[in-house]
């Protein structure tokens, strides 16, 4: 069986690439699988080694990948909408399985696409909101990776009727395909989106939680080390991932005396434009705070080291509201450290509710408790995050893919019964 894995591009080396990576393991490990990756930018190996381990060279070694190219769609120049290109199923006509794992942003949709052979692991319908805002750093952003032609900007910036389309694209992906998502709260979202208009899903999201690498990070809770009154914050420098709330956290811990420092440590691209000008507008407001003595930024960690700062922190803060799960909260949890989160999304899910705050003022008085927890309570949560490990992801997803595979083949071969009998199909 062929199967290929759609992603945009790997080497920002976030969750939604570190699930990526885990779903092209599941599928090689299930032996009767032929597996290519389609992604629009070549996997830096190196950079992806550097974040997610030495298994990628082993995954890269058994997989063909292949170039992403323009999205099935073409814009109508008179109307401004959005149509399937003709001759574009051509490209996926040798697979079994399309699995679109960068389902949150990348609208890929063709005719032929349904619930029996596409599966969308979507982490947010951030596509949605988007459009609502008509968010042309997002389209520059396709236009930018080859995805859409460049001409769309024109009708973009003037057409109402082009991002109608756009929306209607996506939500056509999501409501032909199987839809899988890491929380409830991404679940209900995706509901509530996929519902709108005449047409209906395939039926709700299967929710499997993404892959977190807990037994490798559980070590640095089982294994006593000195922790310092240090402050983590782990996640993509980007700005939707509000980073600047970590540094508001910093000037209040500061202004009270807590703790001795705060280290936010993330992936950014050297390619990156939109993540490097925020980048430098973070540097620039710790400045401001007078913060430099407290607050530090260290781009594109490697692994080992991050690792590192996990076992010698005692403290987690993760500074964007509404997060669909939240893999670097459950990463900081497995290594012992007592997060903060904000309470609304899906670490609410997981996280207990007295690490759980309304307001940096909150966060702040969770934040000073943390820096006195006594290693059984870190112990007991690390044990908690648990089931959210690598093997258990690949356990689930392959299961989840041979009920699917299961179901397919037991519908085919009804269909061919009645159909050798004579019967007219859908009529009993």
């Keep these: 069986m062929k199967v290929n894995v759609i992603h945009i591009d790997l080497n920002p080396c976030g969750g939604a690439e570190q699930l990526a990576i885990a779903t092209l393991q599941s599928f090689l490990e299930m032996e009767t699988m032929q597996v290519d990756l389609t992604v629009a930018r070549a996997p830096d190996l190196e950079r992806l080694e550097k974040a997610f381990g030495d298994r990628v060279r082993r995954i890269f070694d058994r997989v063909k990948v292949k170039p992403l190219g323009r999205l099935p769609i073409e814009l109508d120049w008179q109307t401004g909408t959005l149509a399937c290109r003709p001759g574009a199923e051509s490209a996926i006509s040798e697979y079994d399985v399309i699995v679109n794992t960068h389902?949150?942003?990348?609208?890929?949709?063709?005719?032929?696409?349904?619930?029996?052979?596409?599966?969308?692991?979507?982490?947010?319908?951030?596509?949605?909101?988007?459009?609502?805002?008509?968010?042309?750093?997002?389209?520059?952003?396709?236009?930018?990776?080859?995805?859409?032609?460049?001409?769309?900007?024109?009708?973009?910036?003037?057409?109402?009727?082009?991002?109608?389309?756009?929306?209607?694209?996506?939500?056509?992906?999501?409501?032909?395909?199987?839809?899988?998502?890491?929380?409830r709260f991404s679940r209900q979202a995706i509901i509530n989106e996929v519902k709108t208009g005449a047409s209906k899903a395939a039926g709700e999201p299967t929710i499997i939680a993404p892959p977190v690498c807990v037994d490798e990070l559980r070590q640095a809770a089982l294994l006593?080390?000195?922790?310092?009154?240090r402050v983590l914050v782990v996640s993509?420098?980007?700005?939707?991932?509000?980073?600047?709330?970590?540094?508001?956290?910093?000037?209040?811990?500061?202004?009270?005396?807590?703790?001795?420092?705060?280290?936010?440590?993330?992936?950014?691209?050297?390619?990156?434009?939109?993540?490097?000008?925020?980048?430098?507008?973070?540097?620039?407001?710790?400045?401001?705070?007078?913060?430099?003595?407290?607050?530090?930024?260290?781009?594109?960690?490697?692994?080992?080291?991050?690792?590192?700062?996990?076992?010698?922190?005692?403290?987690?803060?993760?500074?964007?509201?509404?997060?669909?799960?939240?893999?670097?909260?459950?990463?900081?949890?497995?290594?012992?450290?007592?997060?903060?989160?904000?309470?609304?999304?899906?670490?609410?899910?997981?996280?207990?509710?007295?690490?759980?705050?309304?307001?940096?003022?909150?966060a702040a008085g969770i934040i000073q408790a943390a820096l006195q927890v006594s290693d059984k309570e870190r112990l007991a949560i690390s044990d908690s995050v648990k089931r959210f490990s690598l093997p258990a992801y690949t356990r689930r997803f392959s299961q989840f893919i041979s009920e699917r595979l299961l179901a397919t083949a037991a519908a085919t071969a009804h269909y061919e019964r009645r159909t050798v009998a004579g019967r007219r199909p859908g009529l009993d």
């Design 103 to 183: 389902g949150d942003v990348l609208p890929y949709f063709l005719p032929s696409f349904s619930s029996k052979t596409c599966i969308t692991y979507c982490h947010f319908p951030v596509v949605a909101s988007y459009v609502a805002c008509r968010n042309l750093v997002y389209l520059q952003g396709l236009v930018d990776l080859g995805l859409l032609d460049g001409n769309v900007m024109k009708v973009a910036n003037s057409s109402s009727m082009f991002w109608r389309s756009f929306l209607e694209y996506y939500l056509l992906m999501l409501r032909n395909s199987l839809v899988v998502t890491n929380s």
């Design 224 to 229: 006593p080390s000195p922790r310092a009154d």
């Design 236 to 362: 993509r420098i980007y700005p939707s991932k509000k980073l600047e709330n970590a540094i508001e956290l910093a000037r209040i811990l500061k202004r009270r005396g807590v703790g001795k420092e705060m280290v936010i440590a993330g992936n950014l691209a050297a390619d990156d434009s939109c993540g490097r000008k925020y980048y430098e507008q973070l540097v620039g407001m710790i400045g401001d705070y007078g913060l430099s003595d407290y607050v530090s930024i260290k781009p594109n960690v490697e692994l080992g080291k991050l690792w590192s700062l996990m076992q010698k922190s005692k403290a987690y803060f993760h500074p964007m509201p509404e997060e669909p799960f939240g893999i670097s909260v459950v990463e900081a949890m497995a290594a012992g450290l007592v997060p903060a989160v904000p309470a609304t999304g899906g670490p609410t899910e997981f996280v207990p509710q007295e690490y759980q705050f309304h307001s940096l003022e909150e």
